[in-house]
């Protein structure tokens, strides 16, 4: 728990020590800066801007109506308030189907505040992975 002895910023680096050492990373969930401020309080690692804030906050059926936009504008509002945690905003829906609309994407979430962008996807996302990562765009 030495996180709670500092408050510096997380990062990769860290995150990668802290697995090789065997020592539990928390990552949770926030779509607001009130939640991102009590996540940075309590130590927690890692933030996840997800797109489940289209079932969670706007109250649809599923995560396919969240646009690149409010992606966005709910990863500014929990980086205001973040001043420990890695944060990962997800690319939502139909926000990556080509590598250069991917970045697009990534650089508009990176802008907002992220230090690393989540899709979703199996082998046939590698070309658009490599392409994001080849422009230093954190991956995961």
Not at 45 to 55: A, K, P, Q, T, W
Not at 66 to 72: G, L, P
Not at 75 to 103: M, W
Request: net charge negative; aromatic share 6%; glycine share 6%.
């Amino acid at each position: 728990m030495s996180y709670l002895q500092d408050n510096k910023p997380i990062t990769i680096t860290k995150l990668i020590a802290m697995h090789s050492e065997g020592e539990k990373i928390a990552v949770l969930t926030a779509y607001d800066s009130t939640m991102s401020a009590l996540l940075n309080r309590c130590g927690v690692e890692v933030i996840l801007v997800c797109d489940s804030l289209g079932n969670v906050v706007q109250g649809h059926r599923s995560t396919t109506p969240v646009t690149i936009e409010e992606m966005a504008y709910h990863t500014e509002c929990v980086a205001r308030a973040n001043h420990h945690a890695f944060l990962i905003a997800d690319l939502p829906f139909a926000s990556y189907g080509d590598p250069i609309q991917a970045l697009d994407s990534a650089a508009t979430l990176m802008r907002a505040g992220a230090d690393m962008v989540k899709l979703e996807g199996g082998d046939w996302q590698v070309d658009i992975i490599r392409y994001l990562v080849e422009r230093s765009v954190p991956v995961c």
